[in-house]
């Protein structure tokens, strides 16, 4: 079974930084892109960021600048670099993989980590 765990969610004042972590497990195959996601309070889920297989990103224009995201093999992790937050940026975000694992092709959810924005 593929797990995703997110981390690092928190509360900062506005122009603070944070950094996301999710940790992946699980028998995973091939790994086709990983994912940060966000949703705020009344509004549809978005894609912030994504690595795709060859390791090259997309960054949601709204964040580009500020958001970095990253992927270390080694460490089965996925990150997202946050700097100078802003108020909107107050979320719950999830981590998110489109992999093959066990012969089919899945799309899988962590649980989310909740980021605060507030003087």
């Known amino acids: 079974q593929v797990q995703l765990v997110e981390s690092g969610g928190g509360m900062v004042q506005p122009g603070g930084s944070l950094e996301l972590s999710c940790a992946y497990s699980?028998?995973?195959?091939?790994?086709?892109?990983m994912n940060w996601y966000r949703q705020a309070p009344g509004k549809k889920r978005e894609l912030v960021a994504a690595i795709l297989k060859g390791g090259s990103t997309n960054i949601q224009n709204s964040v580009a600048g500020r958001f970095t995201i990253s992927k270390d093999d080694a460490e089965n992790t996925l990150y997202l670099r946050m700097i100078n937050l802003k108020p909107e940026d107050a979320a719950v975000y999830y981590c998110n993989a489109a992999i093959v694992s066990d012969g089919r092709f899945l799309e899988v959810w962590g649980q989310g980590t909740e980021v605060a924005v507030s003087s």
């Open positions: 699980g028998e995973i195959f091939r790994i086709y892109a």
